[in-house]
Nanobody, 120 residues
């Protein structure tokens, strides 16, 4: 009952920047967490960054100082500003939504993913 649509992926050169967007729609609960995960070929999915509806953030050590997550609650949209991209950032990036409370009783939702390729 929550739909997530990602956009902003593409092909960039090392050192370049991209901004990913994820728009949520449907039965959005006011207290929630939205985040970005990524999965590279042959690797498992990992957390990139997450942000609560209250603005608290968490990010992976590998992207700290380079990636910034933000959100616009009025638009139910979360953003991931990615700077200083390197080839190791190449992956499919997935948007995620979950309730902040009652995670055992309510499912989390995933977007279809957007491809990010960092290459010369």
């Amino acid at each position: 009952q929550v739909q997530l649509v990602e956009s902003g992926g593409g092909l960039v050169q090392p050192g370049g920047s991209l901004r990913l967007s994820c728009a949520a729609s449907g039965d959005i609960f006011s207290s929630n967490v939205m985040g970005w995960y990524r999965q590279a070929p042959g690797k498992q999915r990992e957390l990139v960054a997450a942000i609560t509806s209250g603005g608290s953030t968490n990010s992976a050590d590998s992207v700290k100082g380079r990636f910034t997550i933000s959100r616009d609650n009025a638009k139910n949209t979360v953003y991931l500003q990615m700077n200083s991209l390197n080839p190791e950032d190449t992956a499919v990036y997935y948007c995620n939504y979950r309730r902040m409370y009652g995670s055992s009783r309510y499912p989390e939702y995933w977007g279809q993913g957007t491809q990010v390729i960092v290459s010369s």
